[in-house]
């Protein structure tokens, strides 16, 4: 598109609407329209409903507003599937740019307005993790010093919030990590942080994993494969000495009932000291069950196996003639997210 022509308007008459009747007609989807949030300055309100001080449907970058996208000219009727970039994870963290407000609740609007009425069909989020290592980007301090630490705390919100929004088919809400690889003899590498591949130092250049990668493969190695993924955040707490009556707990923790098995993860408020022990208690559990109680290192996927009465206990609440709930402390490390796997028999 000639920048004279790089429109809003211009994108949804000339080039969205002829396109995606062609591909309707070949019974093919439509994905699009790969807004970005920066469009609107990472501001929810402004996303949503636009900036009226700069909005004229003309300038392509002005911040117009997903909905002013969508609803002019009836756009959305022309799009199976909206793609978004960059909405940055974790609901319960402020993100970047400025200490803006996570974008998920972003997603909850979608869903309500568009997905739910049956409008359109999913989300992907495209570009995820795009993160460039330079003085341009504006890094919080917990993600400067451990990139893969990113990984998970934008992929595992994104999951539990598609769980929880009737995700139904495998097409219907995606994230694609943002990849870029450099040879090893690149000097300018600005997307270093976010690569799940990288080159080794061999004379033949060999692609391998990156740390990154590597962190990946550990969360999926715990959650694919599965013939179902539940949510039981609301039996799970995550903290520091939570036994304790004035403990609070973290506001990021995530549980999964993974077949008959329990996944939880979570991260501290960055403010707290790392290297202290992390207290995980679950209620509702069938002790004759439970066949292992391991942490799972978040980069690698390496298994510790905690031993009853050390690194985990069961607590009698009196609701019933046998304990029901695990109290696992999880040893203590520097590493900023934390995993706990409890590994339970077929007949849970």
């Not at 992907?124 to 451990?146: I, M, S, V």
């Amino acid at each position: 598109m000639r920048e004279e022509k790089r429109n809003l308007k211009t994108y949804v008459n000339e080039i969205l609407t002829p396109a995606a009747e062609v591909l309707h007609e070949h019974d093919k989807k439509v994905v699009g329209p790969s807004a970005t949030v920066e469009w609107w300055g990472w501001d929810m309100d402004v996303a949503i409903n636009g900036d009226p001080t700069t909005y004229d449907g003309e300038a392509w970058g002005a911040k117009f507003g997903l909905d002013n996208w969508l609803e002019y000219q009836d756009a959305w009727k022309h799009i199976d599937v909206l793609s978004l970039h960059y909405l940055k994870g974790d609901v319960n963290v402020a993100k970047k740019h400025k200490g803006g407000d996570s974008m998920i609740p972003l997603l909850d609007h979608v869903y309500e307005k568009y997905i739910e009425p049956g409008r359109l069909e999913g989300i992907y989020l495209t570009e995820e993790g795009l993160t460039e290592n330079d003085d341009k980007t504006a890094l919080e301090p917990w993600e400067q010093n451990d990139p893969t630490q990113w990984l998970p705390q934008y992929i595992i919100p994104v999951l539990d919030w598609s769980i929880r929004h009737d995700w139904t088919t495998t097409d219907q809400f995606k994230l694609f990590w943002y990849n870029m690889n450099y040879d090893r003899n690149d000097k300018n590498r600005p997307l270093e942080p976010t690569m799940l591949l990288d080159r080794d130092n061999t004379a033949d250049n060999t692609l391998r994993k990156s740390s990154m990668g590597e962190t990946l493969t550990a969360l999926t190695d715990l959650l694919t494969g599965a013939d179902s993924v539940t949510l039981i955040t609301d039996r799970v707490t995550v903290g520091y000495d939570i036994t304790d009556e004035d403990a609070s707990s973290f506001e990021s923790q995530y549980a999964f009932l993974v077949n008959y098995s329990i996944f939880v993860a979570s991260w501290a408020d960055p403010k707290e000291e790392a290297d202290e022990s992390v207290e995980v208690l679950i209620k509702d559990i069938d002790i004759g069950t439970v066949r292992d109680v391991v942490t799972v290192d978040y980069q690698t996927g390496e298994r510790m196996e905690l031993s009853y009465g050390d690194g985990y206990e069961w607590i009698d609440r009196g609701t019933g003639s046998r304990p029901d709930t695990i109290l696992a402390t999880l040893p203590a490390t520097n590493a900023p997210v934390k995993y706990l796997w409890i590994d339970r028999k077929l007949n849970a």
